[in-house]
């Protein structure tokens, strides 16, 4: 291909990028230090609760090596392309969702490296028709990798939401996901504490199996604000597991109500 075509190709695909991004109102990333603190979990919750309260929301996985989005919501479909553009699957309607899980066979892995992985963000990003909406959620993979590093690039975002567990070893790494967001320019809106507690199903006692200290020494450290906490329960990983995101499908649990509440919490800090 000729150079100037090479460019030519280049301007447009940022043209759409931006055109996309111009019709939608708020973006958030969900990321973390340390991987299997509940990312996707949150990210999935998130979303189905903005899309209860009647916001037009998209959800994108951005986890190209391990897309959980997918699962979580029970959407195994492949996209179908309309006029060149990717479909996103819709759940409860007002919720368009995009994971490379859905563009893959099962089980079959990606071994890309990070231009790679650029190209596939740009397509989710400039090549999805997401319409009008008023929230796009990114799921992010682990840590402060190359998926983390293009959509902060391509993106100008609210601001991201980081998921840790109370522990020394996951917030040692969410110290360093705060400083990786600063300094790529980007904002952090707080960060949840997953797994924060545990209710004794025979006693109903609370018990903190990873302690809270570090959490508040964090805050503290850092001055990142908390969204608010999520208990340890099995049933929500069993609910995931299934394509049930417990806040419509386990109304008037702890978890139910601790997800709305982070939701309220983000809704203040992007001024809605
Ligand atoms: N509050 C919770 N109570 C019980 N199980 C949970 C809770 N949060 C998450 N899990 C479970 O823990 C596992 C990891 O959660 P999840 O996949 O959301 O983490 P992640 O940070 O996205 O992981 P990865 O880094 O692999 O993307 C899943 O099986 C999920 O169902
Ligand atoms: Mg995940």
Redesign the pocket.
Known sequence: MEQTDRFAQIKERQKRIEENLSQINHKIAVL?G??????????VNLAVALAEEGFEVGLADL?IH?P?VAR?LGLMDEPVMQDGLILPLTYLTNLKVLSMAMLLEDGQPVVWRGPLKHTVIQQFLGDTNWGKLDFLIF?M??GTGDEALSLFQLVKLDGTVI?TTPQRVAVDDVERAINFVNEMGQKVLGFVT??AYLICPNCGTKIKPFGEGVVNELMQRTGVNCLGE?????V??QY??VGKPVVSFLRGSE?EKSFRKIVGNILREVGE
């Open positions: 973390s340390k991987g299997g603190v509940g990312k996707t979990t949150v990210a986890d391990g959980d979580m799921d993979p682990p998921v997953n797994m999520v208990p340890m329960d099995p929500v990983a995931s597991d978890a």
